[in-house]
């Protein structure tokens, strides 16, 4: 693991590019040392592509996870909660094993999508799960599919994900390499550029998030360096010099147009944390 630096910047931790300083902030670069560094009570991040951190710092310490070892079987996956989704999507690809056609182009981390069940295009890292060693309580455990209790986003994992094992079955190459492929044309067609941390919300009962702010009429809106998309209005960007307290605005506004035009709340996806002004 790196030394822990003090007061470092977070803005080139995650994909906002937004944020205040860490009281303290390291890198590690295997499960051992993520373990030390969650028992110590430091927050872990992965690529930071779902969250929002305040302006104002956060007043503790934060530990990216790096650890990037897997190795295969003839129908398993076993890897670090470091490791790369989209690159993991891409070994699966290249070796012709099906279940990670769907998160091919996702940019986070395979513990980021585990305890928010990551997913997309009808599929989601649930699908994939044989079992998640988590750092729980002073203790490591090995949880089956059902203790992790996924649903719609959601998992009821307490503590730090370290290792995970996903079914792996071998497929048809070709196959496999076209659903992918096709799954990152999507994306490129449906999502805009830029830094952004995905959908802001999560489906509603009464369907897309991004069509609810639509028809509420702020698709395109502005606050700061930052701008409800107007390719896809489930996502903020940050056009260049945003601070997260613009971001804020955006889906404090989000949620209050919805609210008074539908009667609906919407509810993040992305978390907040440290302190905002
Ligand atoms: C352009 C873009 C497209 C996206 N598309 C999708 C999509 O299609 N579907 C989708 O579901 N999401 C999408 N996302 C959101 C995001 O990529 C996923 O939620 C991803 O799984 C988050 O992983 P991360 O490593 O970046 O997590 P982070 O943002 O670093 O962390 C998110 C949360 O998980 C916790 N966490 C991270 N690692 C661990 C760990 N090892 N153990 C315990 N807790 C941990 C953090 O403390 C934090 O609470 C998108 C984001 C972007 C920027």
Redesign the pocket.
């Known amino acids: 693991m790196t030394g822990y630096l003090s007061n470092a910047p977070l803005g080139r931790c995650?994909?906002f590019l937004t944020g205040g300083r860490a009281r303290r902030l390291a890198f590690c670069y295997n499960i051992s040392e993520?373990a030390e560094a969650a028992a110590g009570g430091a927050?872990?991040?992965?690529?930071?592509?779902?969250?929002l951190l305040g302006d104002a710092g956060y007043d503790g310490d934060v530990v990216i996870?790096r650890s990037g070892r897997r190795s295969f079987t003839p129908d398993t996956c076993e890897c670090d909660?470091?490791v790369l989704?989209s690159a993991l999507a891409r070994e699966y690809m290249q070796l012709g094993r099906h279940g990670l056609e769907w998160a091919y182009g996702?940019?986070?981390?395979v513990?980021?999508?585990?305890?928010?069940n990551?997913?997309?295009f009808g599929g989601s890292i649930a699908d994939s799960v044989v079992s998640v060693t988590v750092l729980s309580g002073g203790k490591i455990k090995t949880l089956g599919v059902r203790e992790c209790g996924f649903g719609y986003?959601h998992s009821d994992?307490k503590?730090?994900?370290?290792s995970v094992i996903l079914k792996a079955d071998a497929g048809d190459r070709e196959s496999v390499k076209l659903a992918s492929e096709q799954n990152i044309l999507r994306?490129r067609e449906l999502?805009p550029l830029g830094a952004?941390?995905?959908?802001v919300f999560k489906k509603t009962e009464m369907g897309s998030a991004g069509e609810l702010i639509e028809k509420a009429g702020i698709k395109g809106l502005g606050a700061g360096g930052a701008q409800i998309s107007d390719k896809h209005a489930n996502f903020i960007v940050n056009r260049g010099g945003a601070l997260s307290g613009d971001i804020l605005q955006l889906i404090n506004t989000a949620q209050a147009a919805v609210f008074d035009k539908f009667g609906i709340e919407l509810k993040r996806?992305i978390?907040l944390y440290g302190d905002f002004y």
């Open positions: 995650c994909t993520l927050l872990v991040l992965g690529r930071g592509s779902n969250i996870n909660s470091g989704l996702l940019p986070g981390t513990g980021g999508a585990i305890v928010g990551a997913g997309a986003r994992i503590g730090t994900v370290l994306r999502q952004s941390a995905g959908s996806e978390k």
